[in-house]
């Protein structure tokens, strides 16, 4: 099944989707909650299984882990989980690490900036961590694919990382192409770009550091094929919407370029 096909049906939140699957790997994005709760920060979770082992990407805080739990439970064993994927230390990606490594026998992989941190969410062994260079870098499955670990460094955070796969042709971009939705109006895929443009400007303008780490990053993943961006919150970029949103993150002004309207 294509994006846009995905994108022009009815899709359940709940439930989540398969975004791709050709039979020995799939992409699959773990769905929400059912009803949204006030002043909580609205995030998707998403996993990848290639024959049989599974890899999570950002599975949430403490409050999410019972619907993840649940909802990874439906498309792998939790035992089968030998990777998860933490694109920041943000507390809505990773304070639920310690729930995690009670339940799978996952490795953690977390820029090397942040492991110091993570003992702070009540880690003791750290032999399960995973320190990512600043040039990135991959996680192998048995089959001999991978996951390509792309730099995203203050995009926003210090030591960010966003994860390409090279099978599917998506793009988990973490923090990049989130979006606030209007307590109500949430939806999964992106229809409309300008209106959605509208729910992302104000969070990219002053959480991105600057126009130039935008530009350092769009040169970096030049080489990927990308034909769908799934972002840490907000709804899923199908094909027909990648180069738009590129073009639109190429001339953001953000971060230290607006410090003077900040003060103001």
């Known amino acids: 099944m294509t994006d846009t096909m995905i994108a022009e049906r009815e899709v359940d939140i709940i439930k ?8 020995e790997h799939r992409f699959i994005w ?14 998707n979770q998403y996993l990848i299984e290639n024959k049989g082992v599974g890899v999570l990407l950002d599975p949430g805080g403490i409050h999410v882990f019972p619907r993840v739990v649940a909802s990874t439970s439906r498309h792998i064993d939790l035992e089968r989980i030998e990777h998860i994927f933490f694109t920041h230390q943000d ?4 304070s639920g690490t310690t729930l995690w490594l009670g339940v799978t026998p996952a490795k953690i992989h977390i ?27 991959r996680i192998q499955f048995p089959s001999g694919d991978c996951l390509e670990i792309v730099p995203a460094h ?6 960010n990382l966003h994860l390409y796969d090279p099978r599917s042709k998506i793009l ?19 229809r409309d770009f300008d209106s959605h443009l509208k729910l992302m400007e104000g969070f990219h303008k002053r959480y991105m550091a600057s126009n130039s780490v935008c530009r350092k990053y769009l040169e970096t993943i030049s080489k990927y094929e990308i034909e769908m961006i799934a972002p840490q919150h907000g709804a899923i970029f199908g094909k027909e919407y990648v180069d738009g949103f590129f073009q639109w993150f190429s001339g953001l002004s ?11």
């Not at 507390?91 to 990773?94: H, R």
């Open 91 to 94: 507390p809505d990606v990773s």
């Open 16 to 23: 989540g989707e398969v975004l791709f699957d050709d039979g």
């Open 30 to 43: 773990l769905g929400w909650e059912e009803h949204e709760e006030e002043g909580l920060v609205q995030v």
């Open 111 to 137: 820029s090397k900036w942040w492991v110091r941190f993570i003992p702070h969410y009540g880690i003791l062994d750290m032999s399960r961590i995973v320190p990512v260079e600043d040039r990135g870098g």
């Open 154 to 159: 203050f995009l926003h955070s210090v030591g």
């Open 172 to 190: 988990f971009s973490g923090d990049l192409g989130a979006a606030v939705f209007p307590k109500g109006q949430r939806y999964s895929f992106v």
């Open 254 to 264: 953000c971060g230290v370029d607006v410090i003077n309207e900040i003060y103001r």
